[in-house]
């Protein structure tokens, strides 16, 4: 149980263009969907929290009109890479618990590796 | 300070060996307390979560919490080389934050 899936799970895209990532529980209801970035020899960062129906929270330093999160389900999420720089390379990772907040465990994606050129 | 600090190790062990691995925190109000391992390119996967002080045991795997310290470990008994990845303690204080993780080398 508690299976997460990503997609795509590794991205190439051309500086400037946009890129959608998908993040959908499948055997579970997850109230609230993380996402997370890991750069190279580095822990994971949360950038934003998201529920279903409501704005995600992000956090600091993460640009919300760069980064565009969309909960429309129970089980979906995705994160929208607008306007890609090569800086914006990176291991993206979803997460999604099936409590609210972050007290509770947290299950994974694969994640997605996005690559700018 | 770092809000949760590791390690980085390598942790080198021999197989069957028991691997202890630590963590320590800095808030205080941290409540949920999360060990998760990571292989190289893939993302974290959940091994042990523990919320109250003294020892959780799942397995082969016992967290031990002790609050009063801010102290978090991981015990790892008959350690297998599979099990050779990074070990990223995990801890909530608003967020989930996570350590720079241990590597852990399990040398048959």
């Known amino acids: 149980g508690a299976v997460v899936s990503q997609h795509p799970s590794w991205v190439i895209c051309k500086s400037g263009t946009s890129v959608k990532i998908e993040c959908r529980s499948l055997d579970f209801q997850a109230t609230t969907m993380f996402w997370y970035r890991q750069f190279p020899k580095q822990s994971l960062m949360l950038m934003a929290t998201s529920n279903e129906g409501s704005k995600a929270t992000y956090e600091q330093g993460v640009e919300k009109d760069k980064f565009l999160i969309n909960h429309a389900s129970l089980t979906l999420s995705t994160l929208t890479v607008t306007s890609a720089h090569p800086e914006d390379s990176s291991f993206y990772i979803c997460s999604a618990s099936t409590a609210a907040g972050s007290s509770y465990e947290q299950y994974f994606g694969p994640g997605t590796r996005l690559t700018v050129t | 300070q770092k809000e949760v600090e590791q390690n980085s190790g390598p942790l080198s062990v021999p197989e069957g060996a028991i691997a202890s691995l630590n963590c320590t925190y800095s808030?205080?109000?941290?409540?949920?307390f999360f060990w998760y391992r990571q292989y190289s390119g893939k993302s974290p996967e959940l091994i042990m979560s523990?919320?109250?002080?003294g020892d959780k045991e799942d397995g082969r795997f016992t967290a031990q919490l002790n609050k009063a310290s801010q102290y978090v470990s991981l015990l790892i008994r008959d350690s297998q080389p599979s099990e050779s990845a990074t070990y990223l303690c995990?801890?909530?204080?608003?967020?989930?934050?996570f350590g720079q993780g241990t590597t852990l080398q399990v040398k048959p």
């Open positions: 523990i919320y109250s002080n």
């Open positions: 995990a801890v909530t204080a608003g967020k989930l934050i």
């Open positions: 808030d205080r109000g941290s409540q949920s």
